[in-house]
């Protein structure tokens, strides 16, 4: 079983709208989250960490955890095209990057 | 910005071929991590290291091996490949501990085809 779990698995946003996507753990040590992106040809890279309940900002985008029920959300606001990529949950016990687990992603594409 | 850099970044082989990727790290990370990412599976770890010499064993490890030589340059070696390693793989680094402890610094990719 997949212990970092991310919903949906597609996601098409209009320009300028919101795209919201979803993590959840099933492993109740993971208490540490990453989100990373991936444009197409490229490696992924990083986009914001949160290890705390609540909200973190960062520009347009806004990750949410619930430490209680392990779900992490990212909410990325006023869409461009170029948020157009594949979106990496990742979770680890102790916010080091050699335990991080990666979920199967979520492919955002924004249309004009 | 971290720079990881890869090569070769396309390889074709043959079933019982051997191959080896190279990954090379500038901002003097102490850690590098293999990783595949097939369609399906999402980021595999195959490999890390915490230092030249070092070697530890992911949770994908089977078929590969791992040498890093210095803290820059770690590679991995396919000695008999198998087209199930077919993939597209990335090398990473991330330091071990500063700010920016838990991220990962990737690579371009190297697209690896065995036939």
């Known amino acids: 079983q997949q212990k970092v779990q991310q919903s949906p698995e597609s996601l098409s946003v209009p320009e300028g709208g919101m795209a919201s996507l979803n993590c959840t753990s099933s492993d109740r040590n993971f208490q540490y989250f990453w989100w990373y992106r991936q444009h197409s040809g490229e490696g992924p890279k990083a986009l914001m960490s949160i290890f705390s309940d609540g909200d973190k900002k960062e520009g347009r985008f806004t990750a949410h955890l619930n430490k209680a029920s392990l779900h992490v959300s990212l909410h990325i606001r006023d869409s461009q095209p170029s948020d157009s990529a594949l979106y990496f949950c990742a979770a680890s016990e102790h916010g080091y990057a050699q335990g991080l687990t990666f979920g199967l992603g979520t492919r955002v594409s924004v249309f004009p | 910005e971290a720079a990881v850099t890869q090569s070769p970044r396309n390889k074709v082989t043959v079933t019982g071929g051997n191959v080896t990727l190279s990954c090379r790290q500038t901002n003097s990370h102490n850690y590098m991590y293999w990783y595949r990412q097939d369609t399906g599976h999402g980021l595999r770890l195959i490999h890390y290291s915490y230092g030249a010499g070092n070697l530890q064993i992911g949770d994908v490890p089977d078929g590969y091996k791992a040498t890093r030589t210095t803290q820059e340059d770690f590679f991995l070696l396919l000695e008999l490949a198998s087209p199930s390693q077919t993939s597209l793989y990335f090398c990473?680094?991330?330091?071990?501990?500063?700010?920016?402890?838990?991220?990962?610094?990737f690579g371009e990719g190297s697209k690896l085809t065995v036939l």
């Open positions: 990473a680094s991330s330091d071990a501990g500063g700010s920016d402890t838990g991220q990962l610094y």
